[in-house]
Structures are given as C-alpha cells and as structure tokens.
C-alpha cells in the first residue's frame, strides 16, 4: 500500500450517486497497523500516544480498503484538531454480532453539545471560534461508512474526549 493510497480520492457513480466499492476480505488489525505506523511521525510532532488493540486479534471484514482508510484519515484529522497540547488516542477494533467497530477514543477538547446534537441528526456545519465550518469529511465518511451497509456513531463531552466509531458488516454478513 503506497502513501498515495491513504489520499486517493472516492469514486463516485454519477448516474446514480453511488460510491464505487472494491470490497476484499480485510484482516482489520493488519489495516490498523498500517494506518498507525503511517501516522506516528504526526503523532510524535503533535507528543500523542496512541495505542492499538483488536479483540480478536483476527476480524476479517469485507470492505474497500481504500475508503475505509478515507473514513480513519478523517477520524485522525478531527483527532489531532483536539488535541493541540499533546494526549491520546485509542484506536481499538472489536468484533460486535456480525460487525466489526474501530474506534477512535480520544482525551481532547470534546464536542460542544449543540455541534454533538447536530452529528447525531447527520448535519456537518458548525461553528467553531465564531467562524462556521463545515464538515465534509465527516459527510463523505458517512457515506463511505452506508455505502459498506455500516454506519458512524460519535459520543463526546465537551473538554473530556471524543470517541468516534464506524461499525462496518463482517465478511460472513456481506450478501454481495
């Protein structure tokens, strides 16, 4: 996997709207070095630790790698904006039913209630420092995140943390 991989960007069928997946079977723990061992120099800059674990060591999903990779690099993006005066970053893996959930658990400045409430109802403008922002980031991973038959979840509080989730089916749960 090249760095150019990690910033690829999402095709898109324009006739109907549709991101175009190229599943394969994943090994998500494998996916998740990667993803860290690409990051750790931003992390080291920024004095972050972060720690990986996948229960069970092995999960097996069918995704487009690539997208999925989009969806982390965002969840990255937001996390190291939280975290300006260094701290950490979980990022965990577990098996759910017959999904696989990677989560990003932060300690950072958290989300104020009002842009919180905003996420959960799938809106992506906020204002932050008196300057409106909007989010297409977070818009595109949920997209990619449906487009797999998953779905995105984000539980914060204000200057305590964030933990930003995307469940995503299982290869035995796909009906491809």
């Known amino acids: ?22 599943k394969s079977p994943v090994n998500i723990r494998d996916l998740l070095i990667y ?10 800059i920024q004095n972050i ?7 069970p060591d092995k999960i097996i999903a069918m995704i487009d790698q690539e997208k999925v990779l989009q969806i982390l690099n965002q969840f990255m993006e937001n996390a190291l904006k939280a975290l300006p005066d ?14 696989v959930i990677i989560s990003f658990i932060d300690n950072g400045l958290g989300i104020k209630e009002e842009n919180l409430n905003k996420i959960k109802m799938g809106l992506t403008d ?13 818009f595109i991973s949920r997209w990619i995140a449906q487009a797999h038959g998953g779905k995105i979840m984000v539980e914060s509080v204000e200057r305590q943390g964030s933990i930003v989730s995307v ?7 796909q009906k491809d």
């Open 126 to 138: 906020f204002i932050i420092d008196n300057k409106m922002k909007l989010g297409v980031g977070l």
């Open 86 to 99: 260094g701290g950490y970053i979980d990022l965990k893996a577990y098996q759910q039913s017959n999904c």
């Open 35 to 44: 993803f860290r061992d690409q990051h750790l120099h931003s992390l080291e």
């Open 49 to 55: 630790s972060m720690m990986l674990q996948t229960i």
């Open 167 to 173: 469940c995503l089916p299982l290869e035995n749960s």
């Open 1 to 22: 996997m090249s760095h150019a991989t990690l910033h690829r960007k999402t095709e898109v069928d324009l006739n109907t709207s549709e991101i175009i997946l190229r």
